[in-house]
């Protein structure tokens, strides 16, 4: 069953912060973040593999709630790069994916 | 190292006929997901393979599609008799290990049935 995120999409001005949100009405037990440009192949942000973990990647960080089933990606101070759609996946025995959520930052 | 290959890149296929898509993983990885792609949607698991053996092939339609990771070669999604709805972008990814590690995506092949 693939997980829920929300929300399906998020318009910002240059600067601005952003969270998008991963659930899963089953136990997780890692959780990936990829980001895909229009056109091109998804890439790998990163992956979060325990409860409570955090990580950060420049201005881009994640955190995962074993217990709640959620996992959180943080874009501080978006720059325009960030735009694409953002995927959340999971993995119970295959890795499958939320629908995405639509980043557009502008200037 | 060179990364996930897909081929072809595009591929227009007219009703009825097959569809081959090919895959190369990375060097050393073993496990192989299919994804398909709608314009403006999310990807959709069709199937996973380790090498000569699905493991989960949940997300593919019964009929007219397969798929196979042979011991020497890529893995190959093939399409018989296709129709107008199979037109999609298909993405393959790779991994080291099952699910504890990133997977890498191939630059997809985008399939146009006319």
């Known amino acids: 069953q693939q997980p829920v995120q929300s929300p399906q999409a998020v318009i910002l001005r240059e600067g601005e912060d952003a969270v998008i949100n991963c659930s899963s009405s089953k136990a997780l037990y890692s959780v990936h973040w990829y980001r895909q440009k229009h056109g091109e192949a998804p890439v790998f942000l990163m992956i979060?593999?325990?409860?409570?973990e955090q990580k950060g990647h420049d201005k881009i960080s994640a955190s995962f709630n074993e217990k709640k089933q959620q996992s959180s990606l943080y874009l501080t101070a978006s720059q325009l790069s960030y735009s694409g759609t953002y995927f959340c996946g999971t993995v119970e025995r295959m890795l499958t994916f939320g629908g995405g959520t639509r980043l557009m930052v502008k200037p | 190292n060179a990364g996930v290959m897909q081929n072809p890149r595009h591929l227009v296929r007219r009703r009825g006929q097959e569809a081959r898509l090919r895959c190369s993983p990375m060097?050393?990885?073993?496990?192989v997901y299919w994804y398909r792609q709608l314009p403006e949607e999310g990807l959709k698991f069709m199937v996973y393979?380790?090498?000569?053996?699905?493991?989960?092939e949940s997300g593919m339609p019964k009929e007219r599609f397969s798929a196979e990771f042979p011991k020497e070669g890529p893995s190959i999604l093939r399409i018989q008799q296709v129709v107008r709805g199979d037109s999609a972008a298909y993405f393959c990814?790779?991994?080291?290990?099952?699910?504890?590690?990133?997977?890498?995506f191939g630059q997809g092949t985008r399939l146009t049935v006319v």
């Open positions: 060097k050393g990885h073993s496990h």
């Open positions: 990814a790779s991994s080291p290990l099952e699910g504890k590690t990133e997977a890498f």
């Open positions: 393979l380790q090498k000569e053996n699905i493991i989960d």
């Open positions: 979060l593999l325990k409860g409570g």
